[in-house]
């Protein structure tokens, strides 16, 4: 460590008010707290990687117990791969795409922290939004609806969700990353649409099976948002790339 960062980091601590003295000492206080972190399987982070996206992590748990959002995991993931190398870029606001570049990878970014989380099976409640094109009770619309997912995929390489498997007081965090070529699979799903629903336009599911085994299923939800839902992916086929496991004290 610098020694001047820390004579002049030491000299900025003398001029805190006692309350900011206070979050600054909540904040010392985590990091000394037991943590670890493990890198499984990864060709986008490193050890210097890994540990500033935990602790960074931490930083937001010193001070709330909601799990990282999206936007969080985008501009921290941002930030601790760029504190290395200028290799990370986030896309612009709105885009539909991706959400940054990494290495000149497009890549999406998704979060899971629903309370009935299971650790090997995984749930995006949000996948992308279906928009208002033409989608009524006709199970032909699904075959539409399929393809805009597909079309979906081409704005990007890779897809990255972070998931809050354990929460308050001792946390578990995982990124894994979904194989862009088992979404694709989707093309050759089996399309069903529950026409007894009363939902209007009519919701309706894509099974994506190998064999006997049912790898994931998109939910054409038909609710007020129209969105798309990936539900019970098998988490056995994504790659796990770290996992972070820490404990925050009360207060």
């Given at each position: 460590?610098?020694?001047?960062?820390?004579?002049?980091?030491?000299?900025?601590?003398?001029?805190?008010?006692?309350?900011?003295?206070?979050?600054?000492?909540?904040?010392?206080?985590?990091?000394?707290?037991?943590?670890?972190?493990?890198?499984?399987?990864?060709?986008?982070?490193?050890?210097?990687?890994?540990?500033n996206f935990g602790?960074?992590?931490?930083?937001?748990?010193?001070?709330?117990?909601?799990?990282?959002?999206?936007?969080?995991?985008?501009?921290?993931?941002?930030?601790?791969?760029?504190?290395?190398?200028?290799?990370?870029?986030?896309?612009?606001?709105?885009?539909?795409?991706?959400?940054?570049?990494?290495?000149?990878?497009?890549?999406?970014?998704?979060?899971?922290?629903?309370?009935?989380?299971?650790?090997?099976?995984?749930?995006?409640?949000?996948?992308?939004?279906?928009?208002?094109?033409?989608?009524?009770?006709?199970?032909?619309?699904?075959?539409?609806?399929?393809?805009?997912?597909?079309?979906?995929?081409?704005?990007?390489?890779?897809?990255?969700?972070?998931?809050?498997?354990?929460?308050?007081?001792?946390?578990?965090?995982?990124?894994?990353?979904?194989?862009?070529?088992?979404?694709?699979?989707?093309?050759?799903?089996?399309?069903?649409?529950?026409?007894?629903?009363?939902?209007?336009?009519?919701?309706?599911?894509?099974?994506?099976?190998?064999?006997?085994?049912?790898?994931?299923?998109?939910?054409?939800d038909g609710g007020?948002?129209?969105?798309?839902?990936?539900?019970?992916?098998?988490?056995?086929?994504?790659?796990?790339?770290?996992?972070?496991?820490?404990?925050?004290?009360?207060?």
């Open positions: 460590m610098d020694r001047n960062r820390i004579e002049l980091l030491v000299a900025s601590i003398r001029e805190l008010t006692p309350g900011q003295f206070s979050w600054l000492e909540r904040t010392v206080q985590i990091f000394q707290c037991e943590h670890h972190y493990s890198i499984l399987h990864s060709d986008l982070l490193d050890e210097e990687t890994l540990e602790d960074a992590l931490r930083i937001h748990h010193s001070f709330s117990v909601e799990p990282f959002s999206k936007d969080k995991f985008e501009y921290v993931l941002e930030r601790v791969v760029n504190m290395s190398s200028e290799r990370a870029k986030l896309a612009s606001k709105g885009n539909r795409g991706h959400d940054i570049t990494i290495d000149n990878t497009r890549v999406s970014l998704k979060t899971q922290a629903d309370k009935g989380i299971r650790e090997g099976k995984i749930w995006i409640s949000k996948f992308m939004e279906l928009g208002k094109g033409h989608w009524g009770d006709n199970p032909d619309d699904l075959v539409l609806l399929r393809n805009i997912f597909l079309a979906h995929l081409d704005n990007y390489e890779r897809i990255l969700i972070l998931r809050a498997l354990r929460k308050a007081p001792d946390w578990i965090y995982e990124l894994v990353e979904i194989p862009k070529q088992l979404l694709l699979l989707a093309g050759n799903g089996k399309l069903e649409m529950k026409t007894e629903s009363r939902q209007f336009p009519k919701p309706g599911y894509c099974f994506v099976c190998e064999g006997d085994t049912e790898l994931y299923q998109l939910y054409f007020s948002e129209r969105k798309l839902q990936l539900k019970n992916l098998l988490k056995s086929r994504c790659i796990v790339h770290a996992r972070w496991e820490f404990t925050i004290p009360a207060v």
